[in-house]
């Protein structure tokens, strides 16, 4: 029997790798696919039964790598401005936009994107109605399910 020890980043027996992970919130949130169909895109293609539940729990630490990236963005904005021009072959001078604007302005998007898939915009939350709580034994429980089917 050959032993070895599990590579960087891998802390369960079973788990996605970061590029099932990335291609998962990319497909969620940018593309706008449902969890349902994620889950069936990655069961056609792998053969393997895929839990939506590893997509909900990626999305915040994407998030989280994400909004350094946004700062750092940001921070070269303030500094340097938007803008800035940059001369021409025929000798003229052309404005243009930093690549830093675009990355803050995507990075925005994809941050708000996420807050809005999980429900955590104002916007979304006023939408939210929570019933009051019961205290309902087990078998209570079990005849309410039983009545909504």
């Known amino acids: 029997m050959q032993t070895g020890q599990f590579p960087a980043g891998v802390d369960a027996p079973v788990q996605y790798g970061p590029r099932i992970q990335a291609q998962s ?13 994620v889950k069936q895109f990655w069961t056609d293609l ?17 998030q989280a790598q994400l909004m350094p990236v946004e700062a750092t963005a940001r ?3 303030f ?7 940059s001369p021409t072959k025929d000798g003229g001078r052309i404005v243009r936009a ?18 809005i898939e999980f429900g955590a915009t104002p916007a979304v939350r006023s939408k939210v109605n929570a ?19």
Do not use: W
């Not at 792998?46 to 994407?62: E, K």
């Not at 930093?98 to 807050?115: E, H, W």
């Open 75 to 77: 921070q070269f904005i």
């Open 79 to 85: 500094e340097h401005g938007s803008i800035y021009e």
């Open 131 to 149: 019933l009051p709580c019961q205290h309902l034994s087990k078998l209570d429980l079990i005849k309410q399910r039983r009545e909504r089917f």
């Open 98 to 115: 930093y690549p830093q604007v675009n990355i803050a302005s995507d990075a925005f998007k994809r941050v708000r994107a996420m807050l």
């Open 25 to 37: 919130v990319l497909l969620n949130v940018d593309y706008r696919v449902p969890f349902a169909k």
């Open 46 to 62: 792998t053969g393997y039964a895929y839990n939506p539940a590893t997509l909900i729990s990626t999305q915040p630490t994407l």
